[in-house]
């Protein structure tokens, strides 16, 4: 029986990374070829990782679902990354940063992880410049800065809008490099499908060949899943359409624990839904709600054009609701004030699932060439997506879910509570809370990758005992059997819908009952139909075409069927937290101004989720949450 | 609005293939190319049929997997976009609209319009990237790179690596896809110990995949969703001929 173990360190915080490193035990430099590590998903924490541990003299086996590791969708994030550099001579340090990013995520991640995160920050941005990313810079040469959401200092760098492109191509060209060096051995257009522990330990993976439909068995000292968020369970989201939580959902279901599962964040400037049949949401950088000013017609269903709107006739509600703070409050109030007003009536736009975004004032005050010059590339998105032109009309947004805060829950040194199982980047339970500040999923994923998983593993490597195990292993034989199961069982229905059809039934009472105001009724309601889903999912699905060749119709359907299990899980986590706090908000749990109020005596602690078995009720294990160094106070922004 | 697509479908490597009628009806001219095709294949699967194969996942234009030939143009009508960036109101109604795979040598077809692009990442792993080992790298403000040397670099390096450069030359020639890589890192200080070697072994491999060579028509900064300049071309020659003659 697996238990919580967080193995956080003693001592005061700024020594904690340090002590504990010098404490792990080392594998001998001859000795670290003797092991494998297969390290799943290749985005910036695993291409990250992969490199990082190759470059050490491990052998590494890296898999991704797509054809090249430089796919994967770290690849999308346009901000930038965090690292108190204190280039900007602003007063930054590492202490601010694990402040902000504390009392940002709400005060539900533990401080001597968030301090850690923040210690190592500043060596991502010193390790990417050495591999050419080209990060933007001013006049004089020197990198620069910008000023982020959550935080009054500018410590975010970033190369235009494509940060996460400029990262994971370094990260990339290191782990190519060791592909090149035959360290790492790279298997495109594979995706895992079950994970195979031995005598209590994660020794390998079941992973099905998308081109030929083998199912593939891969053997290993240890596993590492790099493989992304769950925000795809919403079905309409920002992730890319492949995104799936398959990997850490076996790993669930093979005893690993899942940490925080309701911690979800909802981003508010996307561009809003305009038909059934779309199939992803866009997100535009929030930096628009600097000049932007957001709000809805006074009048119900108004049909007039905004523009023939008069300005008395206008709710500017976020003005209105926090005269200091306005159109820039955090992500989290943003999102639900805006959806307040479409479920009471107000949206706009054809679906009247919007709320406008104006830079009337803005063109006005500064002039069309000012918003160019800041806004152009968004403006152009905008316009190229929805076909029409922002500087004649206010934009529509609406928002959408992008990030999960939540994952398998890790220990101290990133290790879940299966021997052997490491979880790195947005795929673990994370830093970030109950809220991800602007700017840290970069850091984060880099910081697991190349700086603390490949210390952690080798204490790991060199404190275990490993039987020889090959791919012939009867475990192996026996999760092999599984899994051709389950495929067989989905090619067998021939029912009469797709499986996307199910997903999006899902994403959709996902997104009514446990997106961003949930309450109790609502919880209860979700938990009832997503079982009712899953029940005519099985009855009803129809997989077209075989097992033995390139079937994205097999795949999607895979996905759905643990994204139809995730869901509940979802919604259990939501029910149980009866408190608000960061993107976790409970509509009965609020302030009398409409704010989410935490409860700290109760609630202060990480749910870690332990799989019981097919049918049977999740068994809740708590770690607490201690504060010692950040004093947890109510967030206001009246 | 109403359509008339000729998909190329092809059942794997090695079946000859062919073009197949479909008539799509009622598409939003607000859904993005590949969210038509979505309907096509919601349709196909309900009548039982293999829906078409095609690569995507980012569907934002940026991670470079999408990429189709459309009525003969890489990407499609529009510039600056990706395939999956394209929206229908492009077309007119009743477009009748051919959809084929990336033709060219080095990337053979998967399943329909699904084509393999592996000879890219061979390319790059013949010297795409600057030996750096994790840690022990110097602070970041070390080098101060003048600004406009890190925004050209900046310009090479937004490459997508989806391969329309290729499918869009007639010689099937890689050389602005390499030549983005190459121009990125000669830029940089930071590529400069490596460059020599780098131009030789990442050209020698292009050849070796069986890309062609570049007979300047400049069809591939046409294509490019990102707009990388030929001028890079132009780079990576002076670092090839450097190469070779220093």
């Keep these: 029986m697996a238990t919580l173990n967080s193995k956080l360190p003693e001592g005061s915080i700024e020594r904690q990374w340090d002590t504990h490193r010098f404490n792990l035990k080392l594998v001998n430099a001859a000795n670290k070829r003797k092991y494998t590590i297969i390290v799943v998903g290749t985005g910036l924490a695993g291409a990250s990782a992969a490199a990082s541990l190759a470059d050490l003299g491990y052998n590494v086996i890296s898999l991704c679902y797509h054809e090249s590791p430089r796919r994967a969708h770290s690849i999308a994030a346009q901000g930038g990354i965090n690292a108190p550099k204190n280039y900007a001579n602003d007063g930054d340090s590492i202490w601010r940063l694990f402040y902000d990013t504390v009392k940002g995520g709400d005060y539900r991640a533990r401080e001597s992880n968030v301090y850690r995160l923040a210690q190592v920050s500043g060596n991502i941005i010193d390790q990417c410049v050495a591999q050419g990313v080209p990060f933007a810079r001013e006049y004089g040469g020197l990198l620069d800065n910008r000023s982020f959401g959550g935080a009054q200092v500018s410590r975010t760098f970033y190369s235009r809008g494509q940060t996460g492109q400029q990262l994971l191509l370094g990260a990339y060209s290191a782990q190519i490099r060791q592909m090149a060096a035959g360290t790492i051995k790279f298997y495109p257009r594979r995706e895992m499908l079950d994970l195979v522990m031995i005598d209590g330990q994660a020794r390998g993976i079941v992973a099905r060949n998308l081109i030929n439909g083998e199912l593939e068995r891969y053997v290993g000292h240890a596993v590492v899943l790099a493989t992304g968020g769950y925000a795809n369970t919403f079905y309409l989201s920002t992730m890319a359409k492949a995104s799936n939580a398959t990997a850490i959902w076996r790993a669930y279901r093979r005893g690993a624990f899942f940490g925080n599962p309701c911690f979800t964040q909802i981003h508010p400037t996307c561009i809003p839904q305009s038909g059934d049949y779309q199939s992803k949401l866009t997100l535009m950088s929030e930096s628009l709600r600097n000049d932007g000013r957001i709000w809805v017609p006074k009048k119900k269903g108004d049909p007039r054009k905004p523009q023939d709107i008069p300005e008395e006739e206008r709710d500017y509600y976020l003005e209105r609701l926090y005269p200091s703070f306005g159109n820039l409050v955090p992500r989290d109030v943003a999102s639900r004030r805006a959806k307040e007003m479409c479920d009471k009536g107000y949206g706009v736009g054809s679906t009247k699932l919007a709320v406008y975004l104006d830079f009337g004032d803005a063109l006005n005050r500064n002039g069309r060439e000012w918003i160019d010059e800041k806004y152009g590339n968004l403006f152009d998105m905008y316009h190229e997506i929805t076909a029409e032109d922002p500087y004649a009309a206010p934009m529509r947004i609406y928002p959408a879910v992008h990030y999960t805060m939540g994952g398998l829950w890790v220990d101290y040194n990133l290790m879940s509570t299966l021997p052997g199982l490491y979880v790195i980047g947005e795929a673990n339970f994370s830093d970030h809370g109950a809220n991800r500040l602007g700017a840290s999923a970069l850091m984060q994923g880099l910081a697991d990758g190349y700086f603390i998983l490949p210390y952690t593993i080798g204490d790991y490597l060199a404190t275990s005992k490993f039987k020889p195990v090959k791919t012939d292993a009867s475990e192996f034989v026996a999760v092999d059997r599984e899994t051709r199961g389950q495929i067989d069982r989905l090619l067998s229905i021939q029912g009469k819908t797709p499986a996307d059809d199910f997903h999006r039934q899902l994403g959709k009472v996902m997104w009514d009952h446990v997106g961003m105001g949930r309450n109790r009724a609502g919880l209860q309601k979700a938990l009832k139909m997503i079982p009712e889903i899953r029940k005519q999912f099985w009855n009803d699905v129809k997989v077209v075409g075989g097992s033995n060749d390139l079937n994205s119709e097999l795949e999607r359907a895979g996905r759905v069927v643990d994204f139809l299990e995730l869901g509940e899980l979802l919604a259990t986590d939501a029910l149980h937290r009866n408190e608000s706090c960061g993107g976790h908000f409970r509509e009965e749990y609020q302030t009398e101004e409409g704010e989410a109020r935490r409860d700290d005596k109760n609630f202060c602690y990480v749910a870690a989720w332990e799989f019981k078995g097919e049918g049977k009720k999740p068994k809740l294990h708590k770690e607490a949450l201690k504060f010692d160094y950040v004093k947890p106070s109510q967030r206001s922004y009246k | ?246």
């Design chain 2, 1 to 246: 609005m109403n359509f008339t697509l000729q998909v190329w479908r092809q059942k794997s490597r090695n079946d000859r293939g062919r073009f197949i009628r479909y008539q799509v009806r009622d598409i939003s001219p607000d859904a993005s190319f590949l969210e038509m095709l979505d309907v096509v294949n919601a349709d196909l699967v309900r009548k039982g049929e293999e829906p078409i194969a095609f690569d995507h996942d980012c569907r934002e234009g940026i991670c470079g997997s999408c990429g189709l030939v459309i009525s003969g143009r890489a990407h499609g009508p529009n510039q600056k976009a990706a395939t999956c960036e394209l929206r229908m109101r492009s077309f007119s109604n009743n477009d009748e609209i051919t959809v084929e795979p990336w033709r060219a040598k080095p990337f053979p077809v998967i399943k329909d319009l699904v084509v393999d692009r592996t000879a890219l990442d061979r390319i790059m792993q013949a010297g795409g990237f600057v030996s750096v080992k994790t840690g022990g790298a110097a602070d970041a403000n070390a080098v101060a790179i003048p600004k406009a040397v890190a925004e050209e670099a900046m310009d090479a390096a937004s490459c997508i690596g989806c391969g329309a450069c290729v499918a869009a030359c007639k010689n099937g020639s890689a050389m602005l896809f390499v030549a983005a890589k190459v121009s990125q890192l000669a830029l940089l200080p930071q590529g400069h110990p490596e460059r020599k070697e780098r131009v030789l072994r990442m050209i020698a491999q292009m050849d070796a995949e069986g890309f062609g060579a570049c007979s300047n028509t400049y069809a591939c900064e046409a294509e490019c969703p990102k707009q990388i300049s030929v001028e890079h071309i132009a780079r990576l020659n002076r670092e090839f001929l450097r190469a070779k003659v220093t």
